[in-house]
């Protein structure tokens, strides 16, 4: 068990970001940290972080569908 399980989750939720952040932000993750992105990777292999993670294209849209209800 780790010490930080709550940084752990954050760093989970970050992870299924990157394709928000990429469409609109129009930024490559890869080339603006990909150290993160490496680390992202890695962490997809571990069996229990890939069943408890978001969908990165249902984070996308619920962010656009923020946006929209903004009005922005």
């Not at 993670?53 to 619920?62: H, K, Q, T």
């Amino acid at each position: 068990m780790t010490k930080y399980p709550k940084l752990l989750e954050r760093k989970k939720i970050l992870r299924y970001y990157f394709h928000t952040f990429e469409k609109l932000g129009n930024l490559s993750m890869v080339k603006e940290c990909p150290k993160l992105v490496e680390w992202g990777q890695r962490c997809m292999h571990k069996e229990s972080v890939s069943k408890s993670v978001s969908d990165p294209i249902a984070v996308y849209e619920a962010a656009l569908e923020i946006i929209r209800n903004l009005g922005f």
